[in-house]
């Protein structure tokens, strides 16, 4: 038989139903991620990060990582203060495996139960071809889930360490 062996029906009992479950739900992070895959990202994708503040150096930041067969932009806005950047594509793959890491397609809109002053609000958007998704997310330092903040700060780090490189 080629090397396929076929498992009689009556070997699948219920413990291998639960045990199968127990895999997949232990794995499930990364299942998720794999709905996007790279071949589309590479197509045609769009990760875009707002920040607005009331008080700090700064009232609003914008970023957009653009990637259209294979050739990615980066444009940012920083008060007005606007830049556009050409960025290698493995470079933004890797932007894109740390952010779907981090929960992209499972972040929903959220804010910390008792509000803090001056915490900046973040929207977080995303397209890979025709799937789209993203959050709203404000008091991100205070939020008990880790992973808006990592998220955010893989988008913002991308970003700022692009601008300093070219000197804007």
Known sequence: MNGV???PRDTWTPLTSV?????????????AGAVVPEDDIIADSRLELLQKAE?????????TIVTRE???????????????HTVPLEEALALWRNVIDAGLETLTDASP???MPDQS????????????G??????VESLPDGRYRKLIEEILNFADARVARSGR
């Not at 008080?55 to 970023?63: C, E, F, K, P, V």
């Open 5 to 7: 062996r076929i498992v």
């Open 19 to 31: 045990m199968l479950v127990l895999c997949l739900a232990s794995v499930g992070v990364r299942l």
């Open 55 to 63: 008080a700090g150096t700064y009232q609003s930041y914008s970023i």
């Open 70 to 84: 294979g050739a990615t932009t980066l444009s940012t806005n920083k008060d007005g203060a606007q830049a556009v």
């Open 113 to 115: 139960e008792i509000p």
């Open 121 to 132: 609000e973040f929207t977080v958007r995303y397209r890979v071809k025709d799937i789209k």
């Open 134 to 139: 993203g959050f709203t997310a404000s008091g």
